[in-house]
């Protein structure tokens, strides 16, 4: 069997399974088809007879229950009732349902997400580029100190940057934003959290923080996310918890410059695995090399959006004002876009199941206090 095997370059077992199919005959008279190593029936399988009797027994609770359960526990209790020795199991009972389509329960429906930057149409299109910020808060190192974490990335092109220091304000969240934009060039959206520092006061109705101003001043559309909502800042939380677990978890840090340098390496790899992915992003224009950001600066144009979910009487806030959009679009997303020019607002309808059709809401007459518009 061994130099058989070894002529027609099979196991041994193959050519004793050969042997024992022959069993004396004559070998054009033996079957050596393939067969599937499997018993032809299973010894743990349910009989036809009581995959018939559950059947019966579902459609029989169905029409006659008092309790009007019909399920697979119903049918167990049922089976118990009638003195059956060993019951099939609620699983097994449930697998046999499902087998001969004998179910009412719907299956939920998975929708592919929609486009990265929907709720922006040249952003979805990929014609725009975006930059989001966020922080990261609650960090002590080894010395007692606790520190904060700005962190960006790029939508498009995944560009990263990451600045650990022990407090920030709204004056040195803009230096390192605009430090940032000096080295890698202007995007057309930049996109923040609620966070008083980039948004400004809130305890004021038409306030509107440095960062807007600088982002209005430079020609970059500022955007804010929806107050606890999911999706928008996917990018920049995905961005935060992957600098924790590279950076953050890996080391012990004694003191704020280690933490820093380290960090500074991990921006600087990120940067060059993405860099195929940064060079297909849309194009960023250069920060004008004169430009400097002043406190009293006024502008004549540009816009503000706010990414807001209606309340259940179609309302939204936007800039310490509630406007009454439209009573039919309750609880819903709402792309506010503060028009400084036209001196307006308009309110677009968002839904992510269309995220392509974004039809126009209502226009409201708005203008901004004199101490910041020309």
Sequence with gaps: MRSVAAQFQVSVPTVQRWVSRADEKRLDRADFSDRPSRPKRVHNRTSPQLEKEVLRLRDQLRQHSDLGEFGAAAIRRELIRQGMPHPPSLRTIGYLLARHGATDYRQRIRRAPPTKGWYLPDVAQGLAEIDEFD????????????????????????????????????????????????????????QFDNDNRFTGPHQYADTVGRIIRACLSLGVTPVFAPVSEHGFQNAIESYNGQWQAKVWTRGVYKSLAPLQQQSAKYVAAHRLRCRARMDGAPDRSQLPPRWRYQEQEKFAAGRIIFIRRSSDKGVVEVLGHKYEVETSWTSRLVRCEVDIKAKEIRFYALRRRAPDRQPLLRRVKYQLPKRYIE
């Design 135 to 190: 922080f990261i808060e609650g960090l002590v190192t080894g010395d007692h100190r606790e520190v904060e974490v700005l962190n960006a990335v790029s939508l498009h092109g995944g560009l990263v940057a990451s600045w650990p220091r022990q407090r920030w304000n709204a004056q040195s969240a803009l230096e390192a934003i605009l430090d940032h934009w000096r080295e890698v060039g202007l995007p057309d959206y930049a």
